[in-house]
């Protein structure tokens, strides 16, 4: 009668010896395929975080008030910043979630001194719910195109 133990017994010792699988080796076409799908996805993701620095850097450059031009960084590093922050969250990788989880705040606070600074200002809750939809839609979108590879396109063969 065997005994009860904590590990599982394998039914053929040498099973236990042998090396684990090797990765099946794929078609060079397929490896060249799945490595423009990469460049792709990577490129894209920088475009749109070089679009949006832009946009903010535009946006950024609109503000006349003189105690809203007066920060820490210049406005230029701060677009840059939030574009990379973009381009990274729109990565379809596992570490992605960290320029979307960054993306938010920087962003609210960002767009509240464009809307408060401009000429003529917009008031105070206005500017704040309207801060508050940009730093909404642009973490929703970074979530979306970070998880866009998976879904089938409109007109794709998939």
């Known amino acids: 009668m065997p005994k009860a133990s904590a590990t599982a017994r394998c039914s053929d010792p ?19 395929q799945a490595r423009r799908r990469r ?3 990577v490129l894209g993701a920088a475009l749109l975080g070089i679009v ?20 820490l960084l210049p406005p230029v590093i701060e677009a840059l910043l939030l574009g990379a922050a973009f381009a990274v969250g729109c990565l379809p990788v596992g570490w992605s979630i960290i320029g979307r989880a960054l993306l938010p705040v920087p962003t609210l606070f960002l767009y509240l001194t464009v809307f408060l600074g401009k000429a003529p200002p ?24 970070a998880d866009r590879p998976e879904r089938a396109r409109l007109g794709s063969s998939r």
């Open 39 to 41: 460049l792709k996805r």
């Open 52 to 71: 949006v620095a832009a946009y903010t850097y535009g946006a950024l450059q609109e503000r006349v008030l003189a105690e809203d031009t007066n920060d």
């Open 14 to 32: 040498a099973d236990a010896m042998r090396t684990p699988r090797e990765p099946p080796a794929f078609a060079p076409e397929i490896r060249a």
């Open 122 to 145: 917009l008031p105070f809750y206005p500017a704040f719910v309207l801060a508050l939809v940009y730093a909404g839609a642009l973490t929703t979108l970074a979530a979306y195109l």
